[in-house]
């Protein structure tokens, strides 16, 4: 299973931050899938996108515990799928990634002074 439910795969550098993924393939030159391997990106491996720089330019991945900056260019030669995760558990959405105001109210009441 891979894409959004319809088979499809995206590259890293287009999914919306806070998405959950599971990278599928590594595309381009043989010195770039080489390099990004080299880093982690290997089929099957979890990946969040966590933030992209101001200008959309570099982006932040975390991955096997730890960040990854990648410039969205190389990013996009790793493709990846959205709707699946390696335990199982429903795939992150940007909305689930930050708890609402009200939420984040709600547990500042909850907390003991």
Known sequence: MSGDGDGT???LGDVPV???AIVRRVEGPRSLRRRLMEMGLL???AVRLVRRAPMGDPLELRLRGFSLSLRR???NAVQVA???A???SPRRTPEA???S???RAAERRALPA
Do not use: Q
């Open 97 to 99: 990634a930050a708890p």
């Open 73 to 75: 260019r190389d990013a």
């Open 43 to 45: 089929p099957g491996t």
């Open 18 to 20: 806070g998405t959950d």
């Open 101 to 103: 105001p009200h939420a």
């Open 9 to 11: 795969l995206h590259g």
């Open 82 to 84: 959205l709707d699946v």
């Open 86 to 88: 390696v335990d199982g």
